[in-house]
């Protein structure tokens, strides 16, 4: 990807804007939800949905939809990205890579890239479920456990899925409003920083996919989020736009969420939320490894060939 210069501040303010935006808008999120949910359910509905008691109340669900997609990622993810990308860079939708030249092509084989490289989120998601801190941390490790054990809880609330409707809804708030917030707050605004900080693409390609994964505070995930950050990285890195990485994002969550609703309405008998390997044979994996990383390299390959550049032309 070619770098554009972009010095309204140093990069160091940025950084300190940037995550100052995120802190203040993720909390005044949680205000103006509170808010929101008061005014139409009462006290009594936000008090449900902080303590997550009397879910089967009238109106729950839709309740706690609102909290997770305004508190969380308009608020919390794409509302300081877009502020930061106006007033700091003052180059809202270039400096994102919104409107940069996308091939079709990119976008498609970013879908293709996620699914073969499903089964390595699966398999190291699996394995990193079953590790544990050492004993003399045991009361960080249970209270790790303890904060999964809840965050679980809370989203079998969110992806209980009656209707196909409840389907439509749930892949707009678990899969797309993530996929669009977190690949313009992380991808892009937070990693150009880091690569003008570094000098590095590579370290801001991993730097960024390591933050990525700390600030979900979802621990027992923290390795495929890592790998997942990383590859959502490289895709913006070599082609200097966001979609091919906001699709991999939605297709990420959202074959979570269609694998779910699929095994909740009988379609399916296995339950892809029982905590074990996808599948039983390990050439799969090794097989679906090698096929997402020659897609990356192809992936690569086709951006080299573009010779893309941030301004959306393509060199002569």
């Known amino acids: 990807m070619t770098e554009q210069e972009y010095t309204p501040m140093g990069n160091g303010k940025q950084l300190a804007s940037l995550f100052g935006l995120w802190l203040g808008f993720t909390i005044l999120g949680v205000i103006v939800s509170l808010a929101v949910i008061v005014g139409f359910y009462g006290m009594g509905m936000w008090n449900n949905i902080l303590t997550m008691s009397n879910t089967s109340a009238p109106g729950f669900l839709t309740a706690f ?27 809202p939708v270039e400096y994102i890579g919104v409107r940069n030249y996308t091939p079709a092509v990119l976008v498609l084989l970013a879908a293709v890239i996620m699914i073969f490289f499903l089964p390595t989120i699966d398999i190291t998601s699996y394995f990193n479920q079953k590790m544990t801190l050492p004993p003399r941390l045991h009361e960080l490790d249970k209270l790790i456990h303890d904060a999964e054990k809840a965050a679980s809880e809370q989203f079998k609330v969110l992806l209980d899925m009656k209707t196909p409707g409840d389907l439509v809804i749930t892949l707009i708030i678990v899969a797309l409003f993530p996929a669009l917030s977190e690949e313009f707050f992380f991808r892009g605004c937070l990693q150009p920083i880091i690569k003008r900080m570094t000098h590095n693409s590579h370290a801001a390609v991993w730097i960024t996919a390591f933050i990525f994964s700390f600030i979900h505070f979802e621990f027992l995930g923290f390795v495929p989020r890592l790998l997942l950050g990383a590859a959502l990285g490289y895709l913006y890195e070599w082609s200097g736009t966001i979609w091919p990485s906001v ?24 339950d892809p939320d029982n905590g074990q390997p996808m599948f039983s044979q390990t050439w799969i994996y090794v097989v679906s490894l090698l096929l997402s990383i020659g897609l990356m390299y192809l992936f690569h390959k086709i951006t080299i060939d573009k010779q893309m550049i941030a301004d959306g032309e393509e060199l002569d």
Do not use: C, E, W
Request: glycine share 6%; proline share 2%.
């Open 65 to 91: 939809r609102l909290f997770i997609a305004l508190g969380s990622s308009l608020m919390g993810f794409m509302a300081p990205a877009l502020v930061f990308s106006y007033f700091v860079v003052q180059d």
């Open 247 to 270: 699709m991999v994002h939605f297709v990420n969550n959202g074959f979570s969420v269609v694998a779910l609703y699929l095994y909740q309405h009988k379609y399916f008998t296995a």
